[in-house]
């Protein structure tokens, strides 16, 4: 009975993730200009346009340094939680799934006052609004708390005799970290990266409020295709593309799990 209402849940939860996904595909092959049923019109357009694909890349990019980032920043993060534990392992651990659940626009619009009253009393580059490092700042604040939480659980996978034999030898937090943590829990790690940037190649709020005008994320270009009367079919591909590539990552991994095994 057990088995069968997994398998169905399974199912439920693959029809609510490809009926959308379906869609999606569907609308691609529509023609922008209506004088055919089913037309590649829009996806030769992307694939050729330098526009589509600097927004594409950008993304990419962007994704990388904040899952890059938020990762390296994470770190002590994990460690207090899964490491050090008792009280300031608890503390942590509620503040960070306090700001994960946070509320995105209450804290996206927390950061455009920050930067701006910052750069008004001249403490930052005026440089600094409507910037890369914005966004960054922004997309780090977003995902820190998921990638802490997520390699906490994969620092604590390392076996408890491990870390204490290490501790017993004098091994100091960094050493315990670099030697043992790191080197057990890699592929957790990477499954962790590459989540972050799943996530944060399609954000959509963080380029649209704090990002510059001088270069459009793959986002931004959706939002503007589909503000047009004929854009629906050409921000389908592109909403197709962006998921392939921020997936590229988590489909690496599962093929290279099934080339271990």
């Not at 330098?50 to 990019?61: D, I, T």
């Not at 972050?196 to 704090?210: Q, S, W």
Request: charge should be positive; include cysteine.
């Amino acid at each position: 009975m057990g088995s069968a209402l997994a398998y169905l849940g399974a199912a439920a939860q693959i029809g609510v993730i490809g009926a959308p996904l379906g869609l999606v595909i569907w609308m691609s092959l529509q023609d922008p200009r209506g004088q055919a049923d089913w037309s590649l019109a829009s996806w030769r357009t992307i694939l050729v346009s330098q526009e589509a694909g600097f927004a594409l890349a950008y993304s990419a990019v962007l994704g990388a340094l904040i899952a890059a980032l938020s990762t390296l920043l994470a770190i002590p993060f994990a460690y207090l939680i899964a490491v050090r534990r008792g009280r300031a392992g608890r503390f942590a651990l509620a503040f960070l799934l306090m700001s994960w659940f946070l509320d995105p626009g209450l804290r996206i619009l927390g950061w455009m006052q920050v930067i701006k009253t910052t750069t008004l009393f001249r403490l930052m580059p005026d440089a600094l609004q409507g910037s890369l490092a914005a966004e960054l700042v922004a997309g780090i604040h977003a995902w820190l708390p998921a990638a802490a939480i997520l390699l906490a659980i994969g620092f604590a996978r390392v076996p408890a005799e491990f870390v204490a034999a290490a501790r017993e030898c004098g091994a100091s937090s960094i050493s315990l970290m670099r030697r043992i943590l790191w080197p057990q829990s890699q592929p957790w790690s990477s499954l962790v990266l590459a989540i972050v940037f799943c996530g944060a190649t399609g954000n959509f709020l963080e380029p649209r409020l704090l990002g510059s005008g001088m270069f459009e994320q793959a986002t931004e270009w959706l939002q503007r295709a589909m503000e047009s009367e004929v854009g629906w079919p050409y921000a389908s591909t592109m909403l197709i593309l962006l998921l392939l590539a921020a997936t590229f990552p988590l489909l690496l991994l599962v093929l290279s799990a099934r080339r271990r095994s």
